[in-house]
Nanobody
Framework: QVQLVESGGGLVQPGGSLRLSCACSGFTFSTYVMMWYRQAPGKERELVAY????????NYADSVKGRFTISRDNVKNTVYLQMDSLKPEDTAVYYC?????????WGQGTQVTVSS
């Protein structure tokens, strides 16, 4: 059974940090690219960060570049999103996504709220 379980979300003040985790099981994690998406109320889901299967390639949305860092541990089957210098506009539900075309899997999401 495939599972992607996000954790680490919560309420944080502007300028603060959070680290999201996505623990994966039920598929060969090290052969999948991993991504973090987010969806704010009333908006479409958007890609935030990407990491290649071996972890050597990463890419970020312009809105988070320099503030967010994606990483992965292919032994622990977990992908992370370190979020620093958080802004109110980062408020959203964050989802991890595993993809090896044509297959893809989604987590259930974790809420991140940036507010004073």
């Amino acid at each position: 059974q495939v599972q992607l379980v996000e954790s680490g979300g919560g309420l944080v003040q502007p300028g603060g940090s959070l680290r999201l985790s996505c623990a994966c099981s039920g598929f060969t994690f090290s052969t999948y690219v991993m991504m973090w998406y987010r969806q704010a109320p009333g908006k479409e889901r958007e890609l935030v960060a990407y990491i290649s299967s071996n972890g050597r390639g990463t890419n970020y949305a312009d809105s988070v570049k320099g503030r967010f860092t994606i990483s992965r541990d292919n032994v622990k089957n977990t992908v992370y999103l370190q979020m620093d210098s958080l802004k109110p506009e980062d408020t959203a539900v964050y989802y991890c996504n595993a993809r090896r075309t044509p297959q893809q899997y989604w987590g259930q999401g974790t809420q991140v709220t940036v507010s004073s």
